[in-house]
């Protein structure tokens, strides 16, 4: 089992800029990837961001490729999720999740609310 935890959440004006962190604990060792999911009122959840944790390959959802830049620290079991230029779109709650090797994102966190206003 792995237990996540997000942090970082907030409300900001179009433009601003917000981190995000999730810490891991438990069986981290398992863990091959870890990602950022967003689910905005009425729509379904949706693919942001992922890392692997080994190489620190990284994926973007196109909507926010440029504006957004994911990172980890191993040392700590921490993901980070940069959120700079903010839209009023972005609005949703963030989740983070982790998925082992070639398995699906299976722990999840509670969520952490981001509110951009125009």
């Known amino acids: 089992q792995v237990q996540l935890v997000e942090s970082g959440g907030g409300s900001v004006q179009a433009g601003g800029s917000l981190r995000l962190s999730c810490a891991a604990s438990?069986?981290?060792?398992?863990?091959?990837?870890m990602g950022w999911f967003r689910q905005a009122p009425g729509k379904v959840r949706e693919f942001v961001a992922d890392?692997?944790?080994?190489?620190?390959?990284?994926s973007y959802a196109d909507s926010v490729k440029g504006r957004f830049t994911i990172s980890r620290d191993n040392a700590k079991d921490t993901m980070y999720l940069q959120m700079n230029s903010l839209k009023p779109e972005d609005t949703a709650v963030y989740y983070c999740?982790?998925?082992?090797?070639?398995?699906?994102?299976?722990?999840w966190g509670q969520g952490t609310q981001v509110i951009v206003s125009s």
């Open positions: 999740a982790v998925r082992r090797y070639l398995g699906q994102y299976n722990y």
């Open positions: 438990g069986r981290t060792v398992s863990m091959h990837a």
């Open positions: 890392i692997i944790m080994s190489s620190g390959s990284t």
